[in-house]
């Protein structure tokens, strides 16, 4: 099982980055995918989770109007577009897969990539 995360970067506040998460080595239909960050000295959080039962959910109202997820079932692969960013959009990225339908709690996740920094400069 792997999950592979790209597209982090370094981004002025205003800007844009795509994330990618590339999943393999399970039924991705059965999965639900969630993108959740996790800033220094901060404790995990959800951002956002997309599957074929709920469809896309976000969860802090911080990003929402601002992220997207979105999926690509053909690639196996979950994207969430990050638009409008902000400094306090700082943090390490991750994207996590548990079975059927999305969760805010981290620790239902299953699978876990490896995360991608993104830092937004003011």
């Known amino acids: 099982v792997q999950l592979v995360e790209s597209g982090g970067g370094l981004v002025q506040a205003g800007g844009s980055l795509r994330l990618s998460c590339a999943a393999s080595g399970f039924t991705f239909d059965d999965y639900a995918i969630g993108w959740f960050r996790q800033a220094p000295g901060k404790e995990r959080e959800g951002v956002s989770c997309i599957s074929r039962q709920d469809g896309p959910t976000y969860y802090p109202d911080s990003v929402k109007g601002r992220f997207t997820i979105s999926s690509d079932n053909a690639k196996n692969t979950v994207y969430l577009q990050m638009n409008s960013l902000k400094s306090e959009d700082t943090a390490v990225y991750y994207c996590?897969?548990?079975?059927?339908?999305?969760?805010?709690?981290?620790?239902?996740?299953?699978?876990w990539g490896q995360g991608t920094q993104v830092t937004v400069s003011s």
């Open positions: 996590a897969a548990v079975r059927n339908a999305c969760t805010s709690g981290y620790g239902w996740y299953d699978y």
